[in-house]
């Protein structure tokens, strides 16, 4: 079936430019999650949803930086006023699994979309 | 979350068994093991996970030790196409369990 799907899959903004990345995740899929992943390192977390519910978003850098999930569903991760150091790959995973044990720590990712900043 | 250590990067002939360690000296009893790979240019796959037993699925097989400090992924027959960075994350059961920590992996290079 269709993966996690991620748009656009490279974006190059102007330094305080606003850019929305999209997330379609696997369908029924509870759980959304965003990832930050700058070059040569490891993904970061941003932030969880459960359905439309944005539970986590401790790993946010900055107020500029905003996700929503409305539907529960898409997922758009919207950053303002972009800065050099936001240039990364912004990675979207999701997982049909809402509660403990090891289910939610089974995600399946999207290919990402890498921002350039300049 | 338990910190791993895992080697920076490791070769394998094509066919033959990668064996690819990771260390987790610090895990506690209700931690389980993860791993994960992530392609060039793409988002990271899962491939198996583990609490205390060994577990084996179509892609590897994860050999804990016994006192789960340490693990091992095994892909048994390497193809060009494993060539990937491998990512051994330990992760809580339970509450705030959904964050995946990963550190920067061990780049697996399969070569012909």
């Known amino acids: 079936g269709a993966g996690v799907s991620q748009s656009p899959r490279y974006k190059v903004a102007k330094r305080g430019q606003d850019v929305a990345l999209r997330c379609d995740p696997i369908?029924?899929?509870?759980?959304l999650f965003w990832y930050q992943q700058a070059l040569g390192q490891g993904p970061e977390f941003l932030t969880y949803?459960?359905?439309?519910?944005?539970?986590?978003k401790s790993g946010l850098p900055s107020d500029r930086f905003f996700a929503e999930r409305p539907e529960g569903s898409v997922s758009t991760l919207k950053i303002q006023r972009t800065q050099q150091e936001d240039s990364a790959v912004y990675l979207c995973?999701?997982?049909?699994?809402?509660?403990?044990?090891?289910?939610?720590?089974?995600?399946?990712f999207g290919a990402g979309t890498r921002l350039s900043v300049l | 979350d338990a910190k791993t250590t895992q080697p920076t990067s490791m070769d394998c002939a094509e066919g033959r068994a990668a064996n690819l360690p990771c260390n987790h000296s610090?895990?506690?009893?209700?931690?389980?093991v993860y791993w994960y790979r992530q392609i060039h240019s793409q988002g990271p796959q899962y491939i198996i996970h583990?609490?205390?037993n060994n577990e084996t699925n179509e892609m590897a097989s994860l050999i804990i030790t016994e006192d789960r400090k340490s693990s091992t992924l095994i892909l048994p027959h390497a193809t060009l196409r494993d060539t990937a960075v491998y990512y051994c994350?330990?992760?809580?059961?339970?509450?705030?369990?959904?964050?995946?920590?990963f550190g920067k992996g061990t780049l697996l290079t399969v070569n012909p």
């Open positions: 369908s029924g899929h509870v759980s």
């Open positions: 610090t895990i506690s009893g209700n931690e389980y």
């Open positions: 994350i330990v992760s809580l059961s339970g509450g705030s369990n959904y964050k995946l920590t």
């Open positions: 583990g609490l205390k």
């Open positions: 949803f459960q359905n439309e519910a944005q539970l986590d």
């Open positions: 995973a999701s997982s049909p699994s809402s509660s403990g044990g090891a289910g939610r720590n089974i995600q399946y």
